[in-house]
């Protein structure tokens, strides 16, 4: 089960650090990637990371503003969002996988419920 925090409403160029907390005991089985929706668009990746942590992934338009992390011994993946834009408005998701890296929504089995992320201008 995963549980995502940490958004908010912040004014354009501020920043933002999402968690997303799993429970039980294989998080370091896993693969972690976070995605966003924005109102009537479709689910669309932003960064996934590897089991140790060394190997990450991110959608060009975040590259170099977002950083995403995770603590194995707390069972927790962060994405720390700086230069925050208008158009990162949505809401942000933490997904699981069992194996290897991919940017489709659809190759997660395991979802947090979501947090509002809100960028003004």
């Known amino acids: 089960q995963l549980q995502a925090s940490g958004g908010g409403l912040v004014q354009a160029g501020g920043s933002l650090n999402l968690s997303c907390a799993a429970s039980?005991?294989?998080?370091?089985?896993?693969?972690m990637g976070w995605f966003r929706q924005a109102p009537g668009k479709e689910r669309e990746f932003v960064s996934a990371?590897?089991?140790?942590?060394?190997?990450?992934d991110y959608a060009d338009s975040v590259q170099g503003r977002f950083t995403i992390a995770r603590d194995n011994a707390k069972n927790t993946v962060y994405l720390q969002m700086n230069s925050l834009k208008p158009e990162d408005t949505a809401v942000y998701y933490c997904?699981?996988?069992?194996?290897?890296?991919?940017?489709?929504?659809?190759?997660?089995?395991?979802w947090g419920q979501g947090t509002q992320v809100t960028v003004s201008s």
């Open positions: 997904a699981a996988r069992s194996w290897g890296f991919s940017r489709s929504p659809k190759e997660y089995s395991s």
């Open positions: 990371i590897n089991l140790s942590g060394s190997v990450t």
């Open positions: 039980g005991r294989t998080f370091l089985s896993y693969i």
